[in-house]
């Protein structure tokens, strides 16, 4: 009767967990499959009472009128929302993640004066919140001074020699360079602890192999820093693509997906065809969806390797 029962009691058990499971999987999912409904539902369908989830019939008119009100079907050359984002985000995020690793690699496996006090303050930079410097952050790039070289001609020439970066994409690629891009101090914290927990063995093995501190990051740090260095690219990348705050302060005519989806209401109250509510609620599902479907490709594309980066890396557990 025992192991009947513990049998029963198992399977009881594995019931409840799937039923929880599936349901908190439905109440996670249900705005994207909602919006995946919406945006492949004819018009038509629109006020039809029985359907709900599933249409009667699907249809890339929502998908077009959408690129076109967001600008992802212009040309290249011209203000393309899609083009921008990925030139702005991908260099910057490439930009970021080596800039950070390198400050990782030095905050980890070497000891120097104010190291405490360096990072310290790059932790401050995580806890800091955005609006606090977004006067000076602009400021600094709306008269880049080439690092008071600018400033220090001036002293010479009687007039500072400064240089406007807004609407440029130097105004993203510039702090990622430097360690400064949108949450460089997660990154840079990151590597630090990845970096601390691969033993002294292999930076010796180098050292006596003739490699220098560079060579050593190169050759033995980055090949064995695979989990980190994806950890941070996708979550890189991800950060400045849903950007709006730093976008629209620094980019007031370079279009970018999320600036586009932002105005993309008013867009559509400015088109006779699109007031109706319904056919509004449609188009803004449909929108959001497009702006994330690059994000969800790429999770999905790399979904296993991202996991196991993520616990590699020591973020949860």
Do not use: H
């Amino acid at each position: 009767m025992k192991p009947i029962r513990d049998m029963a009691t198992q399977t009881a058990w594995r019931i409840i967990r799937t039923i929880f499971l599936a349901g908190l999987a439905f109440i996670i999912l249900q705005p994207l499959l909602f919006m995946v409904s919406a945006s492949i539902r004819p018009v038509a369908q629109l006020y039809a009472p029985g359907v709900v989830w599933i249409p009667r019939s699907v249809t890339a008119d929502n998908y077009l009128s959408a690129m076109q009100k967001l600008k992802m079907l212009e040309p290249v050359f011209r203000n393309n929302s899609v083009v921008n984002t990925f030139l702005l985000d991908l260099v910057s995020a490439l930009f970021q993640v080596f800039t950070t690793a390198l400050a990782g690699y030095g905050f980890a496996r070497f000891r120097f004066r104010g190291r405490s006090l360096l990072f310290g303050i790059v932790i401050m930079s995580m806890i800091v919140p955005t609006s606090s410097i977004i006067v000076p952050s602009y400021l600094s790039l709306r008269y880049f001074d080439f690092f008071g070289l600018g400033r220090l001609a001036g002293l010479l020439l009687g007039k500072p020699i400064l240089v406007s970066l807004v609407d440029q994409p130097l105004a993203f690629y510039l702090p990622a360079i430097l360690g400064m891009g949108i949450r460089s101090g997660l990154c840079i914290f990151i590597f630090r602890q990845f970096f601390r927990g691969m033993p002294r063995e292999l930076e010796d093995a180098a050292s006596i192999d003739g490699a220098g501190s560079y060579g050593t990051f190169f050759r033995v740090f980055v090949p064995n820093a695979a989990p980190a260095l994806l950890t941070t690219l996708v979550f890189s990348i991800v950060w400045y693509w849903n950007d709006y705050y730093f976008s629209a302060m620094y980019f007031p005519r370079f279009l970018t997906v999320s600036l586009a989806l932002a105005g993309f209401e008013s867009v559509l109250w400015t088109d006779l065809s699109t007031r109706d509510p319904y056919m509004l609620s449609t188009m803004l599902q449909t929108g959001s969806l497009l702006s994330i479907l690059p994000l969800l490709a790429l999770y999905l594309v790399i979904q296993r390797r991202f996991t196991e980066s993520i616990e590699r890396t020591g973020i949860v557990g």
